[in-house]
Every structure is written in structure tokens, then in C-alpha cells.
């Protein structure tokens, strides 16, 4: 954590205290800031950016806690377990991205920046040094000097290596989410998204009248979870964003043979026709028992849903993320299942947001990019809508 500056005090680029500065000053740079087209189209990042520089501004740093942000800047309620739910960790690191961006271009000739240092959530206030001086021009060679155009291309070939040495040095590593996904892009064949149709009970006659179960017709190809339609939505739009062609299937569209040639991402708890491949994994979702529960190895475990009722509404859910690879054509095989709707969508959230699956993988080894991976999620509902999942176990194989 860096040293907690004194109100309206900034830093120079050695992190040495600079000029003074007015709160004025440092509230007009955070309204260019959030007037970004880095920040404009984020209220969340917005939200939180104004909240953490106001409090700083007002010496409020010690509310500059994770839970109260979130309560207090996100609406998060007063039982609010930063443990259970990483909004707050991940919009801070999503505001670090943006405000970086912002400052390689728009701002890069702003006189004050505002940066989030890593592991804190007191921002700093950095005064940006002066553009240096044009230096004068080189005196003549003398006549015993190495001649002018020989000279020249040594300068050449020496800016190129030091050119060339400074990419490799800054180049920036794949992110967990590009190297998560890179067996799916890296494969010229489209991505097959399968969702599964889930049966639904229609009522024949006027409504209310039902007396007997023949008055119920069973509609096997007509609905699709509302949770796994939310997935497909999101893993829709990561692919486009990535450039990589896809296909959406729906029920009995998909066959094994398509699971050997392609890249297939499964989604849904209701996906069970494919619980031969599933339930060979170390992690499988057996909905046929009461309640349904996470195995681990064909041993059920505490992660199951006991307390929920008949219209499956839950306070919290449990799912699990697979990738694995086919053993004779090394195609990838993703899952993405909750016990509910709810974990089906909070699973999702987390393969297509880079700072919840950075957090999520970040205690696995490191070569996990290259093996077999799962990982059982747990996730809190809250009035409805499921929180940002944390990862409670894994296995990498």
C-alpha cells in the first residue's frame, strides 16, 4: 500500500511529493476522466473512480475498505461478505485497465493523473513532470571521425536492437481469459454453443382447472433455461470480440461426432444427455438425487441445495467449470453448469470477465494454460440475481 497522501498533495513521477495541488484542480481531472470514452460507457467504474477520489479529497481514506465500497458506492446491503462476492476487487482492477488506457491516449498530456495503486483502493494524485527541453544539436564531426553514413546505420541497428529488446520486455503476457480460451480460437473449426431445451408441464383447458395429471401436456423442445440463454448471450459476444466464428445449437442438435471435430462449449445443469462425458470427471453435478449436489470422485459433498423450494429460488447456488480436451483430436470441451439457473450465469460472468477469472485462477499452477481444469463456484442470489461467483475448489490434471 503506498503512503496515504495529505489532502490535495500529489506526486511526481519518483513518487516524491510534488507542487500542491487544489482539490479543483484534481476534481476537473476526474471529470475529463469520467468523460472518457474509456470510462463513459461504464457507470459501475464511474461509481467507483468519483467515490474513492471525493472520500480522498475529503480525508475520508480509512471508509476506503472493500466492504465499504461496496455498500456504500454499489448499493451492496448492509450484510454485504466482500469474501462471498468480488464485485468491488474486480471493478477496482477494471477502473486500473481503464484509467491506464485513458492516460496512453486522451490524457496522455494531462498535467495531473489519477492512478489506483494494486492492493489499495486510495488513489494517488501524480503531477506529471515537464516536457524536456529540445536538446542542441551535436557539434561537427572532425575529419577523423567514423564517416557520416557508416555512422548513421550503426545508429540504425542500434536503435532497432534496443527497439526490439524494449517489445520483449513490454510486451504485454496473454491474459488468464485469452489463454482459457485459446484452445477454442486456436482451432480453425467454428465454436458449437450447446444449450439444452428443459421440459416444461402446459396446462390444458381454463387455467386453474387441472384435477389429475392428464390434464398437464410434457413440452420437451420448446424452452430454454433462462440462465443458460444468458450464457449463451455472453459466450456469444466474447467470441465476436475475439474474431472466432461460432455456431449456436439447441437440443438434440449436437451429436459426438461434432464433440470430436469442434471446440463445444455445454452449458446448463439440464444439459444431462451428455452426463456420460460428465460424469467422468472428478467434479459432476448429479441432479437425480434429492437435493441435487456436487460429487466429488462419485462422493456427494456439502455443495448442494437443501433449503430450496419448488420454484427453485435459492439464496445461493453452487456450480462447476470444466475444460478438457479431447484424447484423440485435443478439441476442447467446455461446461458450464449451475445447480440452478443462477450458478449457470454467474459460471458465464466469470469465462468472459478477464478480472473475475484472473482472481479465480490465480492459486491454480501455473501451467494450468496447457492441462485439464475444473472449477466448483459457489455464488450468493441476491433479491434475485447472483453475485460474483468465488472459487471454493479446483483440480488440474
Known amino acids: 500500500m503506498p503512503d496515504e497522501l495529505p489532502q490535495g498533495v500529489a506526486r511526481d513521477a519518483r513518487g516524491e511529493a510534488s507542487r500542491t495541488l487544489s482539490p479543483e484542480a484534481i476534481r476537473a481531472e476526474l471529470q475529463r476522466v469520467l468523460e472518457s470514452p474509456e470510462f463513459r460507457a461504464s457507470k459501475r467504474c464511474q461509481d467507483f ?4 477520489v471525493e472520500n480522498t479529497l475529503l480525508g475520508r481514506i480509512e471508509i476506503l475498505k472493500e466492504r465499504t465500497i461496496g455498500i456504500e458506492a454499489f448499493g451492496r446491503p448492509a450484510s454485504y461478505d466482500p469474501s462471498d462476492d468480488a464485485t468491488v476487487r474486480v471493478k477496482a482492477g477494471e477502473v486500473r485497465r481503464r484509467l491506464s488506457q485513458y492516460y496512453a491516449g486522451e490524457g496522455r498530456e ?29 557539434p561537427a564531426a572532425p575529419s577523423s571521425a567514423v564517416p557520416r553514413t557508416a555512422l548513421s546505420v550503426a545508429i540504425a541497428i542500434l536503435a532497432l536492437a534496443a527497439g526490439g529488446a524494449a517489445w520483449l520486455s513490454f510486451r504485454p503476457a496473454p491474459s488468464p481469459l485469452t489463454e482459457f480460451w485459446a484452445p477454442v480460437i486456436q482451432n480453425s473449426s467454428p465454436a458449437i454453443l450447446c444449450a439444452a431445451y428443459v421440459p416444461v408441464y402446459a396446462l390444458d383447458g381454463r387455467l386453474g382447472q387441472a384435477s389429475k395429471p392428464s390434464d398437464f401436456t410434457l413440452l420437451n423442445d420448446q424452452f430454454v433455461g433462462g440462465g443458460d ?28 461426432q461434432d464433440l ?28 437425480s438425487r434429492q437435493p ?39 478439441s476442447a470441451l467446455i461446461e458450464i453448469s449451475g ?14 470477465n478477464p478480472d473475475l477469472l484472473a482472481d479465480a485462477l490465480k492459486n491454480i499452477p501455473r501451467d494450468w494454460p496447457h492441462r485439464n481444469l475444473q472449477l ?10 447472483p453475485a460474483s461467483p468465488r472459487v471454493i475448489a479446483s483440480h488440474v490434471w
Do not use: C
Open 110 to 138: 494531462d498535467e495531473i493523473r489519477i492512478e489506483l495503486p494494486p492492493g489499495g483502493y486510495v488513489p494517488d494524485f501524480v503531477a506529471t513532470p515537464a516536457m524536456p527541453a529540445p536538446e542542441a544539436p551535436l
Open 229 to 256: 440463454l444468458i450464457a449463451a448471450s455472453r459466450l456469444s459476444a466474447l467470441f465476436v470480440r475475439m474474431r472466432h466464428p461460432y455456431q449456436i445449437r439447441i437440443g438434440n442438435e449436437v451429436s459426438f
Open 49 to 52: 473512480l468519483k467515490f474513492v
Open 292 to 330: 441435487a449436489v456436487i460429487l466429488d470422485n462419485g462422493k456427494p459433498t456439502a455443495w448442494s441445495l437443501p433449503n430450496m423450494g419448488p420454484d427453485r429460488h435459492t439464496s445461493e447456488d453452487f456450480a462447476v467449470i470444466s475444460r478438457v480436451f479431447h484424447l484423440e483430436t485435443h
Open 260 to 287: 470430436r471435430t469442434s471446440p463445444a462449449v455445454l452449458i446448463g445443469y439440464s444439459y444431462t444427455r451428455w452426463r456420460e462425458i460428465s460424469d467422468e470427471l472428478r467434479y459432476f453435478i448429479d441432479a
Open 376 to 385: 466448483v463456484l459457489r455464488v450468493k442470489v441476491i433479491a434475485g440475481s
Open 339 to 352: 445447480i440452478t439457473q443462477y450458478g449457470t450465469e454467474a459460471a458465464s460472468d466469470m469465462l468472459t
